[in-house]
Nanobody, 117 residues
């Protein structure tokens, strides 16, 4: 069973930066997309950013502040978060969509990001 292991979360002051990483415990074949989602207390999980092939997609709230990237050799996806705001506080989850004829979806366990002074 492939597991996604996230790291890099923590407490940061407003305006600060964090870099999240998500590594797969084993090689995942036929990856269609990798992405980051987040869930704040009392809110639904929402898309933050995805990367598929050479294309990226961002939520409007994080455009120009967050950057998603991928290391194909390491099956790892990153989220560089700059100019963090208190409203970015949430549990961040990594997601991988894979499969050709049969879709597979993998989720990480989540990593807490808290933006507070």
């Amino acid at each position: 069973q492939v597991q996604l292991v996230e790291s890099g979360g923590g407490l940061v002051q407003p305006g600060g930066s964090l870099r999240l990483s998500c590594a797969a415990s084993a090689r995942i074949s036929s990856i269609n997309a990798m992405g980051w989602y987040r869930q704040a207390p009392g809110k639904q999980r929402e898309l933050v950013a995805t990367i598929s092939g050479g294309s990226t997609n961002y939520a409007d709230s994080v455009k120009c502040r967050f950057t998603i990237s991928r290391d194909y050799a390491k099956n790892t996806v990153y989220l560089q978060m700059n100019s963090l705001k208190p409203e970015d506080t949430a549990v961040y989850y990594c997601k991988v969509d894979a499969g050709i004829t049969v879709p597979y979806v993998y989720w990480g366990q989540g990593t807490q990001v808290t933006v507070s002074s």
